[in-house]
């Protein structure tokens, strides 16, 4: 899988998940300001993302996560997909 | 509510447990049966609600550890489906005065009653939330309200479910997800069995209604709880004590 693979399964799972139109979801989409997704909601699309990829993301790792971009690097790392 | 919601009621073997799988097989609900030490009674347990017209489950679940929670949660979820009702059931006590009160039995207490929970309900968590429905019942004790001597540990673990239950309800009742706690009196099981002729007489003449309470007389409010028609009770804490905590 490259980075736009990744960065396009990454947006479908966080739009489906946080009930908002896939076209609003983009990496410069900050999740609490522009999609107003609460904590709460955050957990739910990390929970989903850990299993569409088969890995684990640690709250710890979450917390600096504010927008799309940065979930999508998240998972890059973790999946040693280069950008 | 999806079609494969599954019940899980911990410590389920016996007392209280059995009765609340009854309760709910009644309902319809397909159950999974936990228990720790008493396969046997579990299995028993299990072959009731199986007469209930459901599907039922008997499967070891040790509380206190998680990969037995993992374990239980993942066989459940392959043999009977989703598990969207979970009935905090399995409970530990051991009286005894605080000044003599071993660290261990403090710490197993603990870690039955209010620890065994939250790692049960952060497993069963997940899915409720995606599916935007789910009844968590805590079964707690009316030690939880009114102090009993000789009780700190369990109390204090009753207690703690309560406030995880009041702050469960809070976080989880956008997503259509309840947190209930009961709080049974004195009830006719085998915890209460060991309970000195004297002091039997001396609860039941605290209890308004002049008497032991029954399992099923809990079971009935759990199933309430645990039911589709319950979805505006959410952090209620009820006593189901005869009147003793009035």
Redesign the interface.
């Known amino acids: 899988m490259d980075m736009a693979e990744l960065q396009d399964k990454v947006c479908g799972i966080l739009a489906d998940n946080l009930s908002v139109p896939e076209d609003k979801v983009k990496p410069d989409s900050r999740f609490q300001e522009d999609l107003d997704a609460d904590s709460?909601d955050l957990v739910?699309a990390v929970?989903?993302l850990e299993e569409e990829f088969g890995v684990t993301i640690p709250e710890e790792e979450m917390e600096g996560v504010k927008t799309v971009g940065q979930a999508i690097q998240l998972v890059a790392t973790k999946l040693g997909v280069a950008a | 509510m999806s079609e494969t919601t599954v019940a899980l009621v911990t410590g389920a073997s016996r007392g209280i447990g059995q009765a609340a799988s009854l309760a709910l097989a009644r309902a319809g609900l397909p159950v999974a049966i936990g228990y720790r030490s008493d396969r046997e009674g579990a299995e028993v347990a299990a072959a009731k609600a199986r007469a209930e017209g459901v599907q039922a489950l008997a499967v070891l679940l040790d509380v206190k550890e998680e990969a037995s929670i993992n374990e239980a949660f993942t066989r459940i979820e392959g043999e009977l489906g989703s598990v969207q009702v979970l009935v905090n059931n399995a409970g530990f006590t051991k009286d005894g005065l605080a000044v003599k009160y071993p660290t261990e039995t403090w710490d197993s207490t603990i870690d039955t009653n209010l620890k065994g929970a939250f790692l049960c309900t952060r497993r069963a968590l997940?899915r409720m939330?995606?599916a935007r429905w789910g009844r968590i019942v805590n079964v707690a004790s009316v030690a939880a309200l009114r102090g009993n001597a000789g009780q700190a540990a369990y109390a204090a673990s009753k207690a703690g479910l309560v406030g995880m239950t009041r702050a469960l309800a809070r976080?989880?009742g956008?997503?259509g997800i309840t947190v209930n706690a009961v709080c049974p009196g004195f009830v006719d099981t085998r915890m209460t069995e060991a309970t000195r002729q004297e002091l039997r007489a001396r609860y039941i003449e605290l209890t308004p209604a002049g008497r032991f309470g029954t399992p099923e007389e809990v079971a009935a409010v759990i199933a309430f709880l645990a039911g589709p028609e319950t979805s505006y009770v959410n952090g209620a804490v009820i006593a189901v004590d005869g009147g003793l905590s009035a």
């Open positions: 709460l739910e929970l989903a | 997940p939330m995606r976080e989880v956008g997503r």
